[in-house]
C-alpha cells in the first residue's frame, strides 16, 4: 500500500503540475499498516524447591503476517529478551518468524520484546504460585547481578539495576499486597476480588550499528552556539535531551542554544537511532562535542584576556567568557569567534560517543550487549460475576542510569504503561474486523489507573551523565504485571491477550470444571 500510494502521488502531481496529498479512509489505515507481531510461545521454567532457577525451554512463533517487515530482526530481539534479568543454569531457546495470510506485522514500541516479557512473567508468576514463594523475594533471589553471566551466555557490557529496581518497589507491593488482602477479606464485598501483579523485564538498547555516533558543535560568529546533531524526535523528547546535555557541559543555559537535527544537509550521519540509543548514543556525541567547544572557546578566550584557562568560565547568560575570580574581566562570545576565525582556528568542532574499542566494527554481532531493566506491580479489580476487569494502580520503578529530563522521562513511562494496559486488556485486532474506532477499542480516560513511577538511577558506564536506554522498555512490564494480579484475582490462569470480560468468564469456566 505505501509504495502504491507514492507512486499514486508522484503520476498525479507529474499530471496536474500541482502538489497532492493522499487521504486514507480509517478502514484503508486499520487494514494496511502494520500491526505488532501475534505470537505464540511455550516457555517452560524449572526451579528448586527452595526458589532457585534452573533451567529454561522457550520456543517462540511470530507471525508475520504477508511480509517480512524486520520480522526476522524481531526474532532476534524477542529471543534476547525471553531470558529475563535472571540467572539461569542452563537456557534452550528457539524464534522463528512465520508467514501467513494475516495482515503484514512490523515495528511498533518494543520492537518484538513485550511478547516474550509477558510469556517468561506470566510463566514465573506460575511457579512462583506452585512453589508458595513471594514474588518480590523470588525475583531477587534470582536477579541478575553486575557480574553474572546473562541467560544469553555473555556479560551484560552496562550497568543492570534491577536488584534496585525491585527493592524501590518494595514499599509499594507491600502496600498494594495488604489492601488487597483486606479487600478480600471484606465480608461486604460481593462479586469482586482484586489482585496483585508483579514483573520485570531485560530489554536490550544496543541495536547493532557501528559502534559510535557523531555530532558537532560550532561558536558562531555573532556569539550564538550551534548543535549540530542526527537523531530523530519521535516524541520522546531527545530535542530537548540534546540541548540540555549541551548546555550540561558548555555551562551556559539552553537558550544561549540552537539545535540543527536530523539535517542531512547539515549534519553527520549519527548511525542506527533506533531501540532506544539515541540519547545513549546520539547524546553521548553532543555531549562530547560540547565539550570540546568548551575547551576551545576558553583556550581562545584566556589568550585574550592573558589568563589561563581554568581561571575562566562562560557566563551564566551564555554570551561570554568571564575570569571566575572577577566576573568584570569578560569578554563576549561573538569577540571570541572573531578571534578565533582571524587565527585559523576551528569554531566548528566534533565530538563522538565511541565504543569501538569495547566493540569493534569488524567482530561479527547481531547487537551490542546493552540491557535495562524494570519492575511494575500491578493492582487490578475484577467482577465474578461480568468477567470484567480494571487496573486500579500501576506502580512502575525503572533503571534509567540519568534521568537527564526527569519529568519527560516520568511521562515517557506514563504512556508506555498505558500502552501495556491497552494491549493486556482492551486492545486486539480482528482481521476483517477491526476497521475503525468504533470496533477496535482503545484505552481511555476512564481506564487508566494511577500510575506511579520511580526512576532509578544506576549510572551507565558509557552514556552521557550515566544515562541508558528507556524509552521503548517502558511497555513491557505492564501486560505481565496486570495478567498476572488478574490471574491471582480469579484463581485461574490466562495465557492469551487481551484478558477480555469473555476470555476472564471462560477462564472461570475451565477452572470449575476442572475441579468438579
Known amino acids: 500500500m505505501a509504495m502504491a500510494a507514492v507512486a499514486a502521488r508522484c503520476m498525479a502531481a507529474h499530471h496536474l503540475c500541482k502538489p497532492v496529498r493522499l487521504a486514507y479512509t480509517r478502514q484503508e489505515v486499520m487494514e494496511a499498516t502494520p500491526k505488532r507481531h501475534p505470537y505464540t510461545i511455550d516457555c517452560t521454567v524449572a526451579a528448586t524447591a527452595d526458589g532457585e532457577l534452573t533451567g529454561m525451554q522457550i520456543d517462540i512463533q511470530a507471525n508475520t503476517g504477508a511480509y517480512d517487515s524486520a520480522g526476522h530482526h524481531i526474532a532476534g530481539y524477542a529471543l534476547a529478551a525471553s531470558v529475563g534479568p535472571y540467572r539461569w543454569r542452563a537456557v534452550e531457546g528457539r524464534s522463528r518468524v512465520l508467514y ?276 511494575h506491580v500491578a493492582e487490578v479489580e475484577v467482577d465474578m460475576e461480568t468477567g470484567h476487569a480494571k487496573a486500579r494502580l500501576i506502580v512502575a520503578a525503572h533503571d534509567v542510569g540519568k534521568a537527564v529530563n526527569p519529568r519527560d522521562a516520568v511521562g515517557q513511562i506514563q504512556g508506555g504503561v498505558v500502552m501495556g494496559l491497552g494491549s493486556a486488556l482492551i486492545e486486539e485486532f480482528v482481521p476483517a474486523q477491526s476497521r475503525g474506532y468504533s470496533s477496535y477499542a482503545l484505552p481511555t480516560i476512564t481506564a487508566t489507573p494511577e500510575i506511579r513511577v520511580h526512576l532509578v538511577e544506576v549510572p551507565g558506564r558509557y552514556g552521557p551523565l550515566g544515562a541508558k536506554g528507556m524509552a521503548e522498555a517502558t511497555i513491557h512490564p505492564t501486560p505481565p504485571a496486570i495478567i498476572n494480579a488478574v490471574s491471582r484475582a480469579i484463581g485461574a490462569r490466562i495465557r492469551k491477550t487481551p484478558a477480555t470480560s469473555e476470555r476472564i468468564l471462560a477462564a472461570l469456566r475451565a477452572a470449575d470444571h476442572a475441579a468438579m
Open 100 to 375: 501467513s495470510n494475516g495482515p503484514k506485522a512490523g515495528q511498533f514500541r518494543g520492537f518484538g520484546t513485550p511478547q516474550p516479557v509477558f510469556a517468561l512473567e506470566c510463566t514465573l508468576d506460575e511457579l512462583i504460585e506452585q512453589l508458595g514463594a513471594d514474588p518480590l523475594e523470588f525475583r531477587l533471589r534470582n536477579a541478575l547481578g553486575p557480574d553474572d553471566v546473562t541467560g544469553l551466555g555473555f556479560r551484560n557490557q552496562e550497568t543492570l539495576g534491577f536488584r534496585e529496581v525491585l527493592e524501590t518497589i518494595r514499599p509499594d507491593y507491600d502496600e498494594i499486597v495488604a489492601r488487597v488482602a483486606d479487600f478480600n477479606a471484606d465480608p461486604r464485598v460481593r462479586g469482586r476480588r482484586r489482585g496483585v501483579g508483579l514483573a520485570g523485564m531485560l530489554y536490550r538498547f544496543g541495536k547493532y550499528g557501528v559502534a559510535r555516533s557523531r555530532a558537532e558543535a560550532e561558536l558562531e560568529l555573532d556569539g550564538r552556539i550551534t548543535i549540530y546533531a542526527s537523531g530523530v524526535d519521535f516524541g520522546q523528547g531527545v530535542e530537548t535531551v540534546f540541548t540540555q546535555l549541551a548546555a550540561e557541559n558548555l555551562g551556559v543555559p539552553r537558550a544561549a542554544l540552537r539545535l540543527v537535527n536530523a539535517d542531512t544537509a547539515h549534519t553527520l550521519d549519527g548511525d542506527v537511532v533506533g531501540a532506544s540509543r539515541i540519547v545513549y548514543w546520539v547524546g553521548g556525541a553532543v555531549a562530547d562535542a560540547a565539550r570540546h567547544l568548551r575547551a576551545a572557546i576558553l583556550e581562545a578566550a584566556a589568550e585574550m584576556l592573558d589568563h589561563s584557562p581554568d581561571a575562566l568560565a562562560l557566563t551564566p547568560t551564555g554570551d561570554a567568557v568571564a575570569a571566575v575570580a572577577a566576573p568584570d574581566v569578560r569578554v563576549s562570545l561573538a569577540q571570541v569567534a572573531t578571534e578565533m576565525k582571524q587565527n585559523g582556528h576551528p569554531r566548528r568542532l566534533l565530538g563522538q560517543m565511541d565504543l569501538t574499542d569495547v566493540f569493534p566494527p569488524d567482530v561479527s554481532q547481531e547487537y551490542l550487549p546493552l540491557f535495562v531493566s524494570a519492575a
